[in-house]
């Protein structure tokens, strides 16, 4: 079955950077669109980066952070990645990453499988 794994989150101070990592298993990794979400105490959980395959191509940011990070996917290693630079505290929640086989699904963050998060902290 698809299984998603992140790692690479942890605490940091403002300015500074992190990289997130996904690993991924159980299904053609290099077909499937995948995204970064994030969760913040109570608030809604947003989406971050997006990155299409599987007859789409090209990635999504959310605005606030647009330029400072990077989403890109290793297909020999099966894993996604969002490298974080210039962190803000604002930038504090759970981090998900999600995929789907359906890129048009992706498009409107309807992803059908997920992680279950690692957590960065950004302190000021």
């Known amino acids: 079955q698809v299984q998603l794994v992140e790692s690479g989150g942890g605490s940091v101070q403002a300015g500074g950077s992190l990289r997130l990592s996904c690993t991924a298993s159980g299904y053609d990794f290099s077909s499937y669109s995948m995204g970064w979400f994030r969760q913040a105490p109570g608030k809604e959980r947003e989406g971050v980066a997006r990155?299409?395959?599987?007859?789409?191509?090209?990635?999504y940011y959310t605005d606030s952070v647009k330029g400072r990070f990077t989403v890109s996917k290793d297909t020999t290693k099966n894993t996604l990645y969002l490298q974080m630079n210039s962190l803000k505290p604002e930038d504090t929640a759970m981090y998900y990453c999600?995929?789907?086989?359906?890129?048009?699904?992706?498009?409107?963050?309807?992803?059908?499988?997920w992680g279950q998060g690692t957590q960065v902290t950004v302190s000021s």
């Open positions: 999600a995929a789907d086989r359906k890129w048009y699904k992706a498009i409107r963050d309807d992803f059908s499988y």
């Open positions: 990155i299409y395959s599987g007859g789409a191509t090209g990635t």
